[in-house]
């Protein structure tokens, strides 16, 4: 399993990026695939999760200004982000999980599950 993340950069507040994950390796049917962010100081935490049916799920912070989505196709995982402020400066991944019966609220909730990690990509927020 490969990912490989683009898309980051910077912005002002209220602004809006879309982060792109390159897969490889990565079987629609069985995989559940995530963002994830890193602040300096803070721990990763789980951003959005999509299952192997395509059901997503949100951290409280991010509700309605993001979205997770796949471009099978493509085998492309993105992250739309949208009304964007400096707290959501951070260093952000995308991960998948071999879980084929997991749902995404319970991946969100299960972040040890996520074995592939891609080598992240900055964005920054400014006020």
């Known amino acids: 399993v490969q990912l490989v993340e683009s898309g980051g950069g910077s912005v002002q507040a209220g602004g809006s990026l879309r982060l792109s994950c390159a897969t490889s390796?990565?079987?629609?049917?069985?995989?559940?695939l995530a963002w994830f962010r890193q602040s300096p100081g803070k721990e990763r935490e789980p951003v959005a999760t999509i299952d192997s049916d395509g059901i997503t799920a949100y951290t409280d912070s991010i509700q309605g200004r993001f979205t997770i989505g796949k471009d099978k196709p493509k085998n492309t995982l993105y992250l739309d982000m949208n009304r964007l402020q400096p707290e959501d400066t951070a260093m952000y991944y995308c991960a998948a999980a071999w879980a084929p019966s997991i749902s995404a609220i319970q991946a969100l909730g299960a972040p040890i599950l996520f074995g592939f990690w891609g080598q992240g990509t900055q964005v920054t927020v400014s006020s």
């Open positions: 390796g990565v079987d629609n049917k069985n995989y559940c």
